[in-house]
């Protein structure tokens, strides 16, 4: 772990004094709000329906294709560049000849994207304030869906991560990484394609969808949660092991 | 304070370095030499933990680079050949991440971060994105990165390359300085580097090490010694006065283009002979030939030399990988 708290300033440094984060703030913020804004439009054309769910749990959950088609574009975007650019450049030998870890590495590195990630979403709980001025907001929903967001995100990040690990190019890492985590959501899509049986229960227990869904409902189910966890935590440990045999290259 | 036995890398296919041993003792300052390819980089690599030796092993300060990495990477600043550097951050940002990540406590990283800028001679550019400087700078920075922690090793991978011969004799000016109070090893392929700057050198061909020695005990390798001498007279006659001398191993006779009547003639002695002596007699007998002595220069080994014979002898055994 030595060298971790370095790491993951220096990361977050490199993150927020280049354009990459700004500018993937900024694309990142007009599409969610454009979601959001026809969601909520949706919603005032249903004046006069009893419904059971509002424009936030529709938000994070039954339209969350577009949120999470978001994440397809944002998450890789932002892990790229971890191990790939220090590779390219050459600084990896910097890295890896001072006294520090690979998991002290990875995990800073990992992290810093992590915070970064959250720090994207932030802005976001202005929708639900700006809601509340017409009508009642069960914060327990919208604590339960930004879990899952972030849930998603450890995944999908730590995917990511271990892909840039895998080139030297950030483009290929990109690509990896897009095609990683679309394949995850993928896999979710099997839930509505097999027959109910052990295919169709595998890939609803997988599926990005309706864990979304089901969070932005309130339903906390541990089992999503040990499901992003062990992604996350999988991925960051084959990662540390990639950083370590490139040693012997 | 660096101990390699028997060290070795395989790429596979390749073999690198190939049982490598040497040591460099506390204070030295040593060169390590040889052509492009000869596997300097990768050694140096080895030495400072970025790659696995595929066998053999090395000690930094006592501790082993396999088993105790991160206690061995603690005692030495390494500087790789390219000098990479995170372009975006400012040069202090840089050298404050790199003292925090070299566990530089917490109170003393101004004060290291202060010290490697004016170490470096780069405090002028403290504030300076590193992208906007040039490589001088860049190498500087480079070279500040390895101080910040005040190792006690410092290993240099081609610290003067790609600079304008300005630059060279600053950072030859430097690695004097702070061989006064660190163990340095650094690698070049430039000889007058390791002449002005090191005392000692270790020399790389083909993977192998073929020499190591004091630079003079480098020179006196080269076997024979030659002396050049100037002579006005018939070339023939004056190469065969002194070829059947004892002591003499060959003679060389060419005439001045223009001045045919000056002749050069290259007096090489043999190694077990007393040079003088027989430098002596050799003028005498041309003399006695007829021959008006103009000059006589004793040619001393160059390094350069020196360098050539050890690693073109090596050169053949590179490719029987």
């Known amino acids: 772990m030595s060298g971790f708290a370095a ?21 990142f913020l007009l599409l969610q709000g454009t979601i959001f804004y026809s969601i909520v439009v949706h919603f005032t054309s249903l004046a006069d329906l009893a419904v059971e769910t509002g424009p936030v749990e529709a938000y994070f959950g039954q339209e969350s294709v577009f949120l999470l088609m978001t994440l397809l574009l944002v998450c890789p975007a932002l892990t790229m560049r971890t191990f790939a650019e220090e590779r390219r450049s050459g600084t990896i030998e910097t890295l890896l000849t001072a006294p520090v870890t690979p998991a002290g590495i990875v ?143 | 304070m660096i101990e390699a036995r028997h060290v070795t890398k395989d790429y596979g296919s390749v073999v690198a370095v190939r049982d490598v041993s040497f040591d460099v003792a506390q204070g030295e300052i040593v060169g390590f030499l040889g052509p492009n390819g000869a596997g300097k980089t990768t050694t140096l690599r080895m030495l400072a933990g970025f790659l696995g030796a595929t066998s053999g092993s090395v000690k930094i300060h006592g501790h082993d680079i396999a088993t105790e990495s991160l206690e061995a990477r603690a005692k030495l600043g390494y500087m790789p050949e390219a000098a990479p550097l995170y372009t975006e951050l400012r040069v202090r940002e840089y050298l404050a991440f790199r003292a925090a990540l070299k566990r530089v406590p917490g109170r003393e990283r101004k004060a290291a971060v202060e010290r490697s800028l004016e170490q470096a001679a780069v405090t002028d550019v403290a504030e300076t994105p590193i992208g906007q400087l040039s ?13 910040v922690s005040n190792p006690p090793l410092l290993i240099l991978d081609e610290p003067t390359a790609g600079l304008d011969p300005n630059q060279i004799v600053e950072v030859r000016k430097l690695v004097r300085e702070l061989g006064q109070s660190h163990t340095i090893l650094l690698s070049t392929h430039i000889l007058p580097e390791v002449e002005a700057v090191c005392e000692r050198a270790l020399v790389i061909a083909g993977g192998r090490l073929v020499a190591e020695g004091t630079i003079a005990e480098l020179q006196a390798r ?50 077990d002979a007393d040079a003088e002596s027989t430098l002596e007699r050799a003028v005498a007998a041309l003399v006695a030939a007829g021959g008006g002595v103009r000059q006589v220069t004793p040619a001393r080994a160059s390094l350069e030399a020196v360098f050539a014979e050890l690693t073109q002898a090596e050169e053949p055994k590179a490719g029987d990988a």
């Open chain 1, 7 to 27: 790491v993951y300033r220096r990361e977050m440094l490199s993150l927020w004094v280049t354009p990459l984060a700004w500018v993937l703030l900024v694309v």
């Open chain 2, 135 to 147: 490589k001088g700078y860049r190498q500087r920075v480079a070279l500040a990165d390895a101080l």
């Open chain 2, 222 to 271: 080269k076997r024979g010694r030659e002396t050049r001498l100037t002579v006005r007279g018939d070339a023939e006659k004056l190469a065969a006065a002194v070829r059947e001398l004892a002591g003499v191993k060959e003679v060389r006779a060419s005439t001045l283009a223009g001045a045919p009547e000056i002749v050069e003639l290259v007096l090489e002695t043999l190694p």
């Open chain 1, 107 to 249: 995990l800073g590195k990992y992290l810093a994207v992590l915070t970064t990630y959250c720090a994207m979403w932030a802005p976001t709980v202005l929708y639900v304030v700006v809601l509340r001025k017409t009508g009642s907001i069960d914060w327990h929903t919208v604590g339960s869906s930004y879990l899952g967001l972030f849930g998603v995100g450890a995944a999908y990040l730590a995917l990511g991560t271990l892909m840039s690990s895998m080139s030297k190019s950030q483009l290929i890492a990109l690509l990896l990484a897009i095609f990683a985590e679309f394949g995850l959501f993928v896999l979710g899509v099997g839930e509505y394609v097999f027959e109910p049986g052990l295919l169709h229960d595998v890939c609803a227990h997988l599926s990005i969808g309706s864990q979304m869904e089901e969070m932005s409902r309130g339903i906390v189910d541990l089992r999503r949660i040990v499901f992003d966890g062990s992604i996350a935590v999988t991925s960051l440990f084959v990662t540390s092991r990639v950083v370590d045999s490139w040693r012997w290259g």
